[in-house]
T-cell receptor
Framework: GESVGLHLPTLSVQEGDNSIINCAYSNSASDYFIWYKQESGKGPQFIIDIRSNMDKRQGQRVTVLLNKTVKHLSLQIAATQPGDSAVYFCAEKIQGAQKLVFGQGTRLTINP | DAGVIQSPRHEVTEMGQEVTLRCKPISGHNSLFWYRQTMMRGLELLIYFNNNVPIDDSGMPEDRFSAKMPNASFSTLKIQPSEPRDSAVYFC????????????FGDGTRLSIL
């Protein structure tokens, strides 16, 4: 399954499938991007980050892709598990700014 | 490893009362952030400290809100007087150094102002 932007707040995938969560960021001068996972009743949990001088970064079961041409960021989760159910946020830092700006989030639900 | 520790986890109080939220950042982190999360506005930065000095407080809603960081291991966010519209989840986060490093969040304080 694929989310086509933060205006689509919920993504449902089958357990074992790959998930792709997309984020359209706002500023071409953004130089740092980060993904968080937030489970109910908990704080956002850091997943992976990427700087603007890279276009891909991999972690354990996760990959972040950055397309600066179209100002697009995606988070790929391989072999989605029930424990991946959460709200996922992207955030960007504009060059020279002293804050992260968070997106609205995408809720990922896993179907057994 | 101890993460960011916030207290209390829940706070319910009547409008007009003073509210104090507390945060202990991860040891060795020199940057601390206070955020507010609501359904309507999402996750918003209130204030950012670096080496105990406030760097950006442009997100602090108004004079009723104040934050302090008296030392590297403790920060407070105070609301006085509190209002019902202050009801939200307040998060504290810390990073090794600055905004271009991963911020690690506590589990938040859920604040309800009646």
């Amino acid at each position: 399954g694929e989310s086509v932007g933060l205006h689509l707040p919920t993504l449902s995938v089958q357990e074992g499938d790959n998930s792709i969560i997309n984020c359209a960021y706002s500023n071409s001068a953004s130089d740092y991007f980060i993904w968080y996972k937030q489970e109910s009743g908990k704080g956002p949990q850091f997943i992976i980050d990427i700087r603007s001088n890279m276009d891909k970064r991999q972690g354990q079961r996760v990959t972040v892709l950055l397309n600066k041409t179209v100002k697009h960021l995606s988070l790929q989760i391989a072999a989605t598990q029930p424990g991946d159910s959460a709200v996922y946020f992207c955030a960007e830092k504009i060059q020279g700014a002293q804050k992260l700006v968070f997106g609205q989030g995408t809720r990922l639900t896993i179907n057994p | 490893d101890a993460g960011v520790i916030q207290s209390p986890r829940h706070e319910v109080t009547e409008m007009g009362q003073e509210v104090t939220l507390r945060c202990k950042p991860i040891s060795g982190h020199n940057s601390l952030f206070w955020y507010r999360q609501t359904m309507m506005r999402g996750l918003e930065l209130l204030i950012y400290f670096n080496n105990n000095v406030p760097i950006d407080d442009s997100g602090m809603p108004e004079d009723r809100f104040s934050a302090k960081m008296p030392n590297a291991s403790f920060s407070t966010l105070k609301i006085q007087p509190s209002e019902p519209r202050d009801s939200a989840v307040y998060f504290c986060a810390s990073s090794l150094s600055g905004v271009s490093q991963p911020q690690h969040f506590g589990d938040g304080t859920r604040l309800s102002i009646l």
